[in-house]
């Protein structure tokens, strides 16, 4: 049994491996060689006033692993002086988190490993950007927009970089010394002009991939800045406004982001960032609670990843077509086929910290 820290992860992954074996993954649910079930959350009351505890987790196997992942967290919803929402989270106190991975052989039922989820969650998130825009990106797409500066914007360039030869970036993000560090670090690391400024509109303007990676509860763009041949991805699950969806030509999503069933006794559905949840506390304690987010019910159908790559739904048809790719869903498959390389290669190199097989296999059956 190995533990994993983020310092071994980041050692042993690289944005084109995680998009490969993605890529492999996501191809095996054409063949059942691959399976995953949708993000689950548990609400309850916790410490704060104006808090909420979460504990959310998906779960997914692929080529011989399966991964559960769990995170365990503080949640608050602050308002900002515009009136917007944002969604927050910590575990203890702000500034930790406590995400984990945990990694079983379906071979022989075997515990493996237990991963950070920190780095590997940015990994997953940015080879994900990166699959969707080179199956929908048009080929001579060389400029993007970002909306966004942290952790996961810096991942999403990477594997955007990757797949297409991106020559200019131009990112806005709410914090003026966030997209200004932003923009010099990835220039240096990519080789890439990234030039931070000073308005979302500006990003977007021009560009041939927009991407947005916000922690906003509400939409970052105006629907009417989506420009003919553009090909978006919004990793915020509220970035874009229900508008959006009348002017997006091809959707193509990665996965069920949701479990189909109607809300019943404590089930609720768009509760903030999650999409199903489970919620306790008395009424009074979920006042607590931000309000549902409502996402745009279109009456289409979107296909799916797996359908686009197996032949039975279409890609893009034009150059002027506007398609977006969900990186929502099949998160379980993600950390499986992620994790999975990270276990198999801090093995192979030595890396990590030996746990006895003992403190988790017992001879009391369960």
């Excluded at 049994?1 to 492999?24: G, P, S």
């Excluded at 768009?270 to 009456?299: C, I, N, W, Y």
Aim: charged content about 25%.
């Amino acid at each position: 049994m190995l533990l994993l820290d983020n310092d071994v992860i980041a050692q042993v992954l690289t944005t084109k491996d995680c998009i490969l074996v993605q890529e492999r993954a996501f191809a095996g649910l054409n063949t059942g060689a691959s399976v995953g079930r949708p993000r689950l959350d548990t609400f309850m009351p916790c410490g704060r006033e104006d808090g909420y505890y979460r504990f959310g987790s998906v779960e997914g196997a692929t080529d011989g692993i399966h991964a559960v992942r769990l995170k365990s967290d503080i949640m608050t919803w602050p308002r900002r002086e515009d009136g917007s929402w944002s969604e927050k989270k910590y575990c203890i106190e702000p500034g930790t988190y406590c995400g984990l991975v945990l990694l079983f052989s379906t071979e022989n039922g075997a515990p493996l490993a237990i991963l950070n989820d920190g780095h590997l969650q940015h990994m997953r998130v940015g080879a994900a950007a990166g699959l969707g825009a080179r199956l929908l990106a048009r080929p001579e797409a060389r400029r993007v927009g970002m909306i966004g500066s942290g952790g996961m914007a810096r991942t999403v360039l990477e594997a955007l970089v990757a797949v297409r030869d991106i020559t200019e970036v131009l990112v806005f993000s709410r914090d003026e010394g966030n997209r200004t560090r932003y923009a010099r670090e990835m220039s240096a690391s990519l080789g890439v002009e990234v030039i931070a400024v000073g308005s979302a509109r500006e990003a977007v303007r021009g560009a041939d991939i927009l991407a947005t990676t916000t922690d906003s509860m509400s939409a970052v763009i105006d629907a009417e800045w989506l420009e003919p041949g553009m090909h978006v991805v919004g990793i915020g699950p509220l970035d874009f406004p229900k508008e959006a969806e009348a002017r997006i030509d091809l959707v193509v999503r990665q996965g069920d982001e949701a479990f189909d069933m109607p809300e019943s006794g404590q089930f609720r559905r768009d509760l903030g960032h999650s999409r199903s949840a489970f919620v306790g506390g008395s009424p009074e304690e979920q006042k607590r609670l931000p309000p549902v987010m409502r996402k745009q019910r279109t009456p289409r159908v979107w296909p799916f990843y797996a359908d686009v790559i197996a032949g039975r739904a279409e890609g893009r048809t034009s150059p002027d077509q506007i398609t977006q790719y969900r990186p929502v869903g099949n998160w379980g498959l993600q950390f499986a086929a992620c994790g999975g390389l990270a276990y198999r290669l801090a093995k192979a190199r030595g890396l990590g910290h030996a746990l006895p097989d003992g403190w988790f296999v017992q001879s009391i059956k369960n």
